[in-house]
């Protein structure tokens, strides 16, 4: 084979199997001068089967050539000359994207939300410590007034935090102008309500609900007809196109509603009770369409929902109970690649606070009576495990509390 056929090879090799960042022409190695064979003399006759030999194939990316067997025919020489060796030597490590050191793309810090309706506190997010990956899937589940829905408001900006740190991104939801937080809810966060109706304009049509948003923030008419296509095909709505919210089904109207959420491209989209006014069937659509978008699109998904398999969905399920983050679950598989069970983890904050599960309470307390809300805790001597065990105030002599007699100046006798 030429220098020249083997560097269109190699060439077209880099170009179908190598990641971009390491293509490049590759250097094909001179080789040495192909011996002169002498005509076989009449006294010494050549073998039949001796061949001038042929040389070695040009490595890639400047490696050493690996050398041929004595003898080897031509057709398998060229073969090997044609073919790249695929040896883990020779592949292109992967490259890290750099994930794990990366900041969260939501952090929350000692988040306080407190209400004041007329002369009444109340306190619906109590020190939330929250952090989120870009292009994570996660599920917020928790029982009603837990507070879950006021975070999932302040994440997308529709109520100001009143005390902590909240950042989504580069912007720092606690210090944000009005005019900010406007851009902040038009072009960098989606959101899915609860009640369909509630998330399209029931006179226009699919296309023209997934255009609207486009429109106000200025996009061209081409531009918003590409996207709404583009959305559509992904959600599997692409014969909806001409219809009107009141002639889809509940799971379809949430499909264009996630839609309508995605249509200015926003890095995080954020669905409050997105299944709660549908059946199971239409509720796993919903959330296999978020899946899908999640993968597909690289957005960031949070979900608050009271759906019970919501592991099955979502990469983390953070449990919130009293305005505070109590534990986080995964759902693990077997080696088989079956869904395995789901394995619930204690959080533990930035201030060392932590909460019980209300069934380790509830079962103490129907072993060993009441108790006073204190625990003995202890460490072992490599500092890998902290034992909580709960325990009762000592018992004070109220003799050592009683003041001692006073004499008759007023003066306490000793």
Do not use: C
């Amino acid at each position: 084979m030429s220098e020249s056929s083997q560097q269109q090879v190699n060439e077209e090799y880099a170009r179908q199997f190598m990641p971009p960042g390491r293509r490049q022409p590759a250097v094909v190695q001179e080789s040495a001068p192909e011996p002169t064979v002498e005509p076989p003399s009449a006294e010494s006759p050549a073998p039949a089967e001796a061949m001038p030999a042929e040389p070695d194939p040009p490595a890639l990316d400047g490696a050493e050539p690996s050398p041929s067997a004595n003898g080897a025919a031509p057709e398998r020489a060229a073969a090997s000359a044609a073919v790249p060796d695929l040896s883990p030597a020779l592949l292109p490590e992967p490259e890290s994207d750099g994930a794990d050191t990366a900041p969260p793309y939501v952090e929350a810090n000692d988040l306080f939300k407190i209400y004041k309706p007329a002369d009444l506190e109340v306190v619906a997010l109590r020190g939330v410590d929250l952090e989120v990956r870009a292009g994570e899937l996660v599920g917020i589940v928790g029982a009603s007034g837990s507070g879950k829905t006021t975070l999932l408001n302040i994440l997308a900006g529709l109520e100001r935090p009143s005390a902590g740190r909240i950042r989504v991104g580069e912007r720092d939801l606690l210090d944000i102008s009005d005019r900010d937080l406007v851009a902040y809810r038009r072009q960098e966060v989606g959101f899915v309500w609860q009640a369909t109706g509630r998330n399209l304009v029931p006179y226009l049509n699919v296309r023209d609900n997934i255009e609207l948003p486009q429109a106000i923030a200025g996009a061209a008419r081409r531009q918003r007809r590409q996207r709404a296509e583009e959305l559509l095909d992904a959600l599997q709505m692409s014969d909806k196109t001409r219809r009107y919210p009141s002639e889809l089904s509940g799971g379809e109207q949430q499909r264009v509603a996630i839609a309508v959420a995605l249509a200015n491209n926003p890095p995080l989209l954020l669905a409050d009770e997105p299944t709660g006014e549908l059946d199971t069937n239409m509720a796993e659509d919903v959330f296999r369409m978020l899946q899908r978008i999640n993968r597909q699109f690289g957005v960031t998904v949070v979900i608050v929902t009271h759906y019970a398999g919501i592991s099955h969905w979502v990469d983390r399920v953070v449990r919130i109970r009293d305005g505070r983050i109590g534990s986080e679950s995964y759902l693990t598989t077997s080696y088989r690649g079956e869904d395995g069970r789901e394995e619930e983890y204690l959080v533990v904050d930035r201030a060392g606070r932590l909460q019980l599960p209300r069934e380790y309470v509830e079962r103490f307390q129907s072993l060993n009576g009441t108790w006073d809300g204190l625990a003995s805790t202890g460490m072992a001597d490599d500092g890998g495990e902290i034992t909580l065990r709960p325990a009762s105030a000592p018992y004070r002599s109220r003799e050592r509390w009683e003041p001692a007699p006073r004499g008759d100046n007023g003066a306490r006798s000793a």
